[in-house]
């Protein structure tokens, strides 16, 4: 398996007073044989940044590579396409007028498998891998549930034999008791065959589940990134700190009774708009630790914060360890940049 | 449903029924007529021209005394021949110009389409006539001038098909696959616009029957000695007061060919399009004896649901998706509503709102709230207290207000409709209530248009709209699932504000243990259309009974699952609401169901403390449910 990075990349929709800038410079590593949980809210440019990787829109700046190659403007490195993507919704991902053994077929490499008869034995391999049978190899989408089909976009997506998969949110048009298989099979998929994975969602239990490292994105800019368990434990960004006390089940920063633990300027704040971002730092019009509760911080409204040299390659002016706890004496050893160097790769 | 039975479907019904037998008689008359009366129209006889219709000549004889009645039958040859070598020109026109802009690119597509759009504007007749002119009068120039007078409402048709199927994932699967433009277009696009597109043809095939008929009319089309109907109703038109059937015959001929193909084309379409087949009513029928305790209605009991049954008609038979629920809700008591998509959790709720509309049907032995029983139809006051006190707020904020008027005006309207309120009271009104949930400088954001909020602050109008009146129950389906996470907790953070402010009672659904944990003193768990259990929330972890439960809660991650082991996983899929098992619904995937499971399904039975639950084996000690593969 290879190595996906990212160089300063930015995707823009539009032009002129609509223009909308959905990724904004982004650096980001998915090392060779590991999964990267990429985590943000709607509108953060998380899908974005991953429609782009495999070509389904142009990078408007930057570079993404493969092994050190670029990939070209139709996601090609020297005629192949070495990154293949799972659709969030397994219901639109798959032409209903296909069997499902033609659509994985249709991705296998015309020049690695030749013959029908060898392409019938890779189909039937790959629904084998996905356990979803290969006798269903002649049955339509519609006769499978959502579970099954999501198998089988996970099949199809192999069959291209790409060097990344990107998972695109593929867990959330899912019922919780489907969620679990797919994530299993993810994960058993992925040590098996020492995938390396751009894994999207917005559910930090999931990604904490699947990942190796997480990539915390917002409005456009990653803001936080280091391995999973670290940033979970020890999260650096108030973004990150905002995201896991919503995850955390009763102890969120703003509970059930009301009373919230935020600042009530900053429990009010409105999420801003993509498509007029904040000067400076991104996160300051609703950020506990910037300049609605510190008035001296106007840093924050002027200057973007540099990412390099803190610790997670944390996207703030004001990277402090976190005022409550869980405080793990794991993460103590991390006050110091080699973060950084995993981050780069 | 496939392709056999939904044609089947089409012929059942009587219009589609007659429609194809027509169009049989067409087609089969369009090919045996000339061989079998071909002779007999050319036949010239000198001595018998321009008769009446008679016994020998049912339509009389032509200015040649050949018969007309022959010649109308032998025409429906030429005249069907060339309606359709029309509309295929058309077709094949139509899907190059529509198909043009996806495999041209953007730039060279966006020509296409405003070339498309001016043609589409351009009338038809008149576009005809025009190149009939330019082709030469004759069968080939009137051909070409149908046909391609007709392309462009066809390319239109094609364009707004394609770009539609052209946004689905799949077509961005298959191009990130490495599926080439033309491949993507003739696999994916063109099978799933086909449909529609053979329905608009046939029915353009009527309507270039009926243009040809009239360019031969006029002389521009068929020439002689070729003929068909138009150039036989011309021919006849001239003596008409002699002998009018001359004229009617080939008429009526041109009108019954037309509808056949333009009845097929419709009946076809309401075939494939909408499902038509007459659904078989569900009937009512008086609830099941069975007697599930309930919390006893006292005076604080807000609302009181006993077997509540929902059903919908389906193709084969009514379908029941709620069935046979039994809740109270409190006063202030926040109880929620955990389940599955089709476990029957919304239309529990909506049901509770009297917001299931025909064909759907509620039943129920017991439907009370605030004592007012809402199975009977609403006198004025129910409804006004059903608009005052009981406040609904949907999952999709987005298509919960109307787009085109102001936030402020939609919330005023409640007041106004069941308040009474005068128009300046009721804004005002309005205003406070955007302030009461939390929406900034809410006098101006009173004037916006919906588009104009966020996500979170219009599922907080939302409410505020609900609290116009003074709500006693909120009922949110699914309030946060469109939501963020972190917008997610503000509004249910003001869901327990004001439950603690005033006391509001709130029914909420959700598929989502964690927000339901966080809110609610009580849950609800529904499967399959029925409440398997209910137990208060802080016994949820730890004390839930129902294997149902206890896997729901184990299956979904959370900050503490252990990444080493498989995520515990519920094997099989949801039971589908069509066809219930006969026993206990969750049986098929559930690790303790034995064969009396799978024959009889539990009651739901209350223990002294107020908790139910519905199973066999609700009293064996907790079992892990089954890991790993599904």
Redesign the interface.
């Given at each position: 398996m290879s190595e996906l990075s990212f160089e300063n990349v930015s995707v823009r929709f539009g032009t002129g007073r609509r223009a909308l800038t959905a990724v904004d410079g982004v650096d980001l590593t998915v090392p060779s044989g590991s999964v990267v949980g990429l985590v943000g809210e709607s509108g953060s440019g998380k899908s974005s940044l991953a429609r782009a990787a495999v070509g389904l829109h142009p990078v408007s700046g930057g570079r993404i590579l493969v092994d050190g190659a670029p990939l070209g403007r139709d996601g090609r490195v020297g005629g192949r396409r070495p990154l293949q993507m799972v659709f969030q919704d397994p219901y639109s991902s798959l032409d209903p007028r296909m069997t499902i053994g033609a659509s994985i077929a249709e991705t296998l490499p015309r020049d690695a498998v030749r013959g029908s008869a060898a392409r019938r034995d890779e189909v039937a391999r790959l629904l084998g891998l996905v356990d979803v049978g290969a006798e269903r190899a002649h049955m339509y989408p519609g006769q499978l549930s959502g579970g099954q089909r999501q198998r089988v976009a996970l099949a199809r997506a192999l069959a291209g034999r790409p060097d990344v998969v990107i998972a695109d949110e593929i867990t959330s048009a899912l019922d919780v008791s489907i969620q679990g298989t797919v994530l299993n099979l993810v994960r058993d998929l992925q040590r098996r065959l020492r995938l390396s994975m751009l894994f999207i969602t917005h559910d930090l239990a999931v990604v904490r589940y699947v990942s190796d490292h997480i990539a915390v994105m917002y409005l456009g800019r990653i803001v936080e990134f280091g391995p999973a368990e670290q940033v979970l434990r020890d999260p650096r960004h108030p973004y990150t700190r905002e995201l896991l006390a919503a995850a955390r089940p009763g102890g969120s920063a703003a509970g059930p009774t009301g009373a919230s633990a935020l600042p009530a300027v900053v429990a009010d704040a409105e999420p801003a708009d993509p498509h007029h971002p904040p000067t400076g730092c991104r996160f300051h019009p609703r950020c506990p630790v910037g300049p609605l509760v510190h008035a001296d911080r106007t840093v924050c409204r002027e200057r973007d914060p540099a990412a390099a040299g803190h610790p997670h390659r944390t996207a703030c002016h004001f990277v402090t360890v976190p005022p409550a706890p869980p405080h793990d004496p794991v993460c103590h050893g991390l006050a110091e940049p080699p973060a950084a160097a995993t981050a780069t790769g | 449903m496939t392709w056999r039975a939904r044609w089947r479907g089409v012929l059942r019904t009587p219009v589609g029924a007659s429609a194809a037998a027509l169009l049989g008689a067409v087609l089969l008359l369009a090919v045996l007529a000339p061989l079998l009366w071909g002779a007999r129209a050319e036949a010239v006889d000198t001595a018998q021209i321009l008769r009446p219709a008679s016994g020998a000549h049912w339509a009389g004889t032509d200015a040649l005394g050949r018969d007309i009645f022959s010649r109308v039958l032998v025409a429906t040859g030429t005249s069907v021949r060339l309606a359709l070598a029309a509309t295929a020109l058309a077709v094949l026109a139509g899907l190059l110009l529509g198909t043009a802009p996806l495999l041209l690119g953007p730039r060279w597509g966006r020509l296409v389409t405003a070339t498309v759009n001016v043609a589409v504007a351009f009338p038809g007749l008149l576009l005809a006539l025009s190149f009939a002119v330019i082709f030469g009068a004759g069968a080939r120039g009137a051909v070409l001038a149908i046909g391609l007078a007709g392309a462009p409402a066809f390319a239109r048709l094609v364009q707004t098909l394609t770009a539609t199927v052209a946004g689905?994932?799949?077509v961005?699967?298959?191009?990130?696959?490495?599926?080439g433009r033309v491949r993507v277009l003739v696999?994916?696009i063109l099978?799933?616009v086909g449909e529609p597109l053979v329905v608009n043809a046939t029915i353009g095939a009527g309507g270039a029957l009926l243009a040809f008929a009239g360019l031969s009319f006029l002389g521009l089309g068929v020439q002689a000695p070729e003929y068909d109907w138009g150039r036989l109703l011309g021919e006849g038109l001239n003596g008409i007061y002699l002998n009018p059937a001359a004229a009617l015959v080939p008429g009526t001929a041109v009108v019954l060919a037309g509808l056949a193909f333009n009845l097929f084309g419709e009946a076809v379409a309401k075939g494939f399009g909408v499902h038509t087949a007459a659904p078989r009513r569900a009937r009512r029928r008086s609830p099941e004896p069975s007697v599930p305790a309930v919390a006893p209605a006292g005076s604080d009991v807000l609302l009181h649901v006993e077997e509540l049954r929902v059903s919908f008609p389906g193709p084969a038979g009514p379908v029941t998706p709620v069935r046979g629920v039994s809740l109270s809700v409190r006063r202030g008591e926040t109880v929620g509503i955990v389940g599955?998509?089709g476990s029957g959790k919304s239309l529990t709720a909506l049901a509770v709102a009297r917001l299931i509309e025909e064909p759907g049907l509620v039943e129920a032995r017991r439907l009370d709230f605030l004592g007012h029983d809402l199975r009977e139809a609403p006198t004025r006051a129910v409804r006004r207290l059903l608009g005052t006190s009981l406040a609904m707020v949907f999952q999709d904020p987005a298509t919960s207000f109307n787009p085109t008027r102001r936030i402020g005006t939609q919330l005023a309207e409640v007041a106004r409709e069941h308040l009474g309120a005068d128009r300046r009271a009721a804004l005002d009104r309005a205003v406070d209530r955007l302030r009461a949930v939390?929406i900034?400088a809410p006098r101006r954001r009173a004037r916006q248009f919906p588009h104009e909020f966020?996500g979170?602050?219009r599922q907080r109008a939302m409410i505020g709209m609900g609290l116009m009146g003074s709500p006693q129950l909120i009922v949110a389906d699914e309030p946060t699932t469109a939501l963020?996470?972190?917008?997610?907790?503000?509004v249910?953070?003001l869901l327990?504000?004001l439950r603690?402010a005033h006391g509001v009672a709130i029914l909420l659904i959700s598929?989502d243990m964690?927000v339901i944990?966080?809110?609610c003193d009580r849950v609800l768990v529904m499967y399959a259309g029925r409440i398997v259990e209910d137990l208060p929330t802080a016994e949820l972890r730890d004390a839930a009974r129902h294997p149902y439960t206890r896997?729901?809660l184990a299956?979904?991650?959370?900050?503490s699952?252990d990444?080493d082991e498989?995520?515990?996983?519920?094997p099989g899929?949801?039971a589908d609401p069509a066809a219930p098992p006969p026993g206990c619904a969750f049986a098929p995937r559930c690790p303790l169901a034995d064969d009396h499971c799978r024959s009889s399904d539990p009651a739901l039975v209350a223990d002294g403390a107020g908790r139910r639950v519905a199973c066999w084996h609700a009293d064996r000690s907790p079992v892990g449910v089954a890991k790993?593969?599904?």
């Open positions: - | 689905r994932d799949f961005a699967a298959a191009r990130v696959a490495g599926v696999r994916h099978p799933n599955e998509s939390h900034p966020s979170g602050m963020d996470v972190t917008v997610q907790q503000r249910l953070r327990a504000e603690a598929h964690g944990e966080q809110v896997a729901l299956a979904v991650p959370d900050l699952t990444r498989p995520l515990p996983v519920i899929r949801p790993g593969s599904a």
